[in-house]
């Protein structure tokens, strides 16, 4: 009985006391969060510069250390703003602003190179600012060299002595295998038909510049036709959407009608500009096409969303078709409405097997052989990641960091 | 009546004299076909002036930029065609892009066809620990480009096993090509819809 009063008040005790213990600790983390958030935030420290490697000068990296109110304390920072001065004493302008969690920003903001450069960081919360002492100075630097295509640079050494190799051994004579293309085979075909119809031949070189691949084999491939169709004796009708393009085409097919000894049979007047707006030149074309009634078109080069149009309306003339693209999206309407197409790098091998150019039968060659060389990275590559080893991979992905390591 | 209702009036005519070439050629279409090629050549002359040569040459000559007196002597030089015999100056300027351009290109066409193409098949065959979908794929991946580039090399006939494995690729090609075409098909209905849009909107206010 006289243990029942002891428990009685120890347990009156000790509610009374829990209570009061919270609200005193609450009270006392409330003022201290009142006070954190009424001052500034702590500024950053730690700010380090650096020149942004690998690039041509116009960078500058800058790291810091969180401030303690955003890492943690008050976690009221708002965010980070990086100022430049070309002086130490400033002013300081506003280059660059990254949220709160942010240690680094690169600035690339109108910079020289083999400038000095100070910075400082500025903290900021919804009281006000922080700027962290002045760093620098620091120079935006021009690299000679962007490791970060270290691969670049291997994949082009060995394609370059590849092609190399091979046109040295094709300027000597040595027999370079080039396997038929059935575009090709319908070439000769198709001249002789527009020759026994006593129609023209139409040839399209493409909507592209004189810059583009494909526009420079078809060149090529002109070369080849504007022969065959001089020795033949019959028309053929360039139009072209690219005054450049057109002044290629005109030397071309001039030199195939002198190489078949027949300079008097070139006109200039069939190898000519239309224009430059891509639909117009089509009108254009669509029009010889139903006036003119060419025995065979040919639409070789690049080509965009015309290819159907002209290709469908050559087709309803009539006409034997023979296209050539490398423009993907294109093919298939090629394929669709012409009677023979030359996918993607067939055209550059059409223009090296129409001419025998040692020249261009090396390249050829040599861009075969770089094909062994993709065919076998893909091997080597999947094979090792079957094994688990990632380094090969990582190489053609961040061949830098393989480098640094 | 305004300009906007007489620029309206003029568009759907020129749309129409366009369209009746799905009958056959005819004088409608002519006309609209000569005055497409004319004002479009008329405004590349007037568009390639102002956004090539004036900010690209002129305003540099006039900053004395001298360097670029040399696009100026090799313009100079394509426009020598126009004299016989002098005219062979103009196979140095012809040369120099041709030569420049293909130059430049090598480097992007490494980048993108090659290396590219090398990391996005270094795909994992390992069927630990992901769908067999996946692993499906990524085989379909690793067959399909193997056997394209096959399909692509010239230097053997397409005989033996060389043949057969073309062949496969000649299978992943059109497949490739047959949704290309339905992907392109999709996007030309849209273009047609937009004129019709025009038509039975704009101009006719029908819909």
């Known amino acids: ?405 | 009546m305004s300009l906007e209702l007489f620029g309206t009036w003029l568009a759907a005519l020129l749309t129409l004299c366009i369209f009746s070439f799905l009958y056959k050629d005819n004088p409608f279409y002519k006309f609209a076909e000569h005055l497409f090629v004319g004002v479009s050549a008329g405004y590349w002359l007037c568009y390639n002036y102002w956004n090539m040569v004036k900010p690209n040459l002129i305003d540099n000559l006039e900053a004395h930029n001298w360097e670029y007196l040399l696009p100026l002597i090799l313009s100079a030089f394509m426009l020598m065609r126009l004299i016989p015999k002098v005219g062979w100056l103009s196979r140095w300027a012809i040369a120099f892009m041709i030569g420049s351009g293909a130059g430049l290109m090598i480097i992007t066409y490494l980048q993108s066809n090659f290396l590219e193409q090398i990391k996005s098949t270094l795909v994992s065959l390992d069927p630990t620990g992901l769908p067999w979908y996946v692993v499906l794929n990524s085989f379909l991946i690793f067959v399909g480009v193997v056997s394209g580039l096959v399909y692509f090399f010239f230097s053997k006939a397409h005989t033996g096993v060389t043949g057969g494995v073309a062949r496969v690729g000649v299978v992943f090609l059109m497949v490739c090509f047959g949704a290309s075409f339905g992907y392109t098909v999709m996007a030309r209905i849209s273009l047609l819809i937009g004129r019709m849009y025009f038509l039975l909107h704009d101009w006719l206010g029908l819909v």
């Open chain 1, 1 to 405: 009985m006289t243990r029942r009063p002891h428990r009685f008040l120890r347990r009156a005790v000790l509610s009374l006391a829990l209570p009061m213990l919270l609200f005193v600790l609450l009270v006392a983390t409330g003022h201290a969060q009142s006070s954190a958030f009424d001052r500034p935030p702590a500024p950053v420290t730690n700010v380090a510069l650096k020149d942004a490697p690998d690039d041509a000068g116009g960078a500058i990296t800058i790291s810091w250390t969180l401030s303690p109110d955003d890492a943690g304390g008050a976690m009221d920072v708002i965010g980070y703003d990086v100022r430049r001065s070309t002086s130490p004493d400033g002013p300081f302008q506003t280059v660059k602003s990254v949220p709160r969690g942010s240690s680094e920003a690169a600035d690339e903001t109108d910079l020289d190179s083999d400038v000095n450069y100070f910075y400082r960081v500025v903290v900021k919360d919804a009281k006000g600012e922080a700027p962290s002492v002045v760093a620098g100075p620091v120079q935006a630097k021009v690299q000679w060299f962007n490791l970060g295509r270290l691969n670049t640079l291997i994949a082009t050494i060995i394609y370059i002595t590849l092609l190399l190799y091979f046109i040295f051994h094709a300027k000597k004579g040595k027999k370079l295998f080039i396997r038929r293309l059935a575009g090709l085979d319908a070439l000769d075909e198709a001249v002789g038909r527009a020759t026994e119809m006593g129609k023209p031949i139409l040839y399209v070189p493409g909507i592209s510049q004189i810059s583009d691949v494909a526009t420079i084999a078809s060149i090529n491939i002109l070369s080849g036709v504007a022969r065959t169709v001089a020795e033949y004796n019959t028309r053929v009708i360039v139009p072209n959407y690219d005054p450049i393009v057109m002044t290629v085409a005109q030397e071309v097919v001039r030199e195939g009608f002198l190489a078949a000894g027949k300079p008097d049979a070139y006109d200039e007047h069939d190898v000519f500009y239309v224009t430059t707006n891509q639909f117009a030149f089509v009108a254009a074309v669509d029009g010889i096409m139903v006036r003119e009634k060419p025995a065979t078109n040919l639409f070789i080069g690049m080509f965009f969303a015309e290819s159907l149009i002209l290709a469908e309306t050559g087709a309803s003339t009539g006409a034997i078709q023979i296209a050539g693209t490398d423009a993907v999206a294109q093919i298939p309407f090629f394929i669709a409405a012409c009677d023979y197409t030359l996918i993607g790098e067939e055209l550059y091998a059409a223009s090296a097997y129409l001419s025998r150019a040692p020249l261009l039968l090396g390249s050829l060659k040599g861009q075969d052989w770089m094909k062994i060389c993709l065919i076998g990275c893909i091997a080597v590559g999947v094979v090792t990641l079957l094994f688990g080893i990632e380094s090969f991979r990582d190489f053609f992905e961040t061949p830098l960091m393989i480098f640094r390591q």
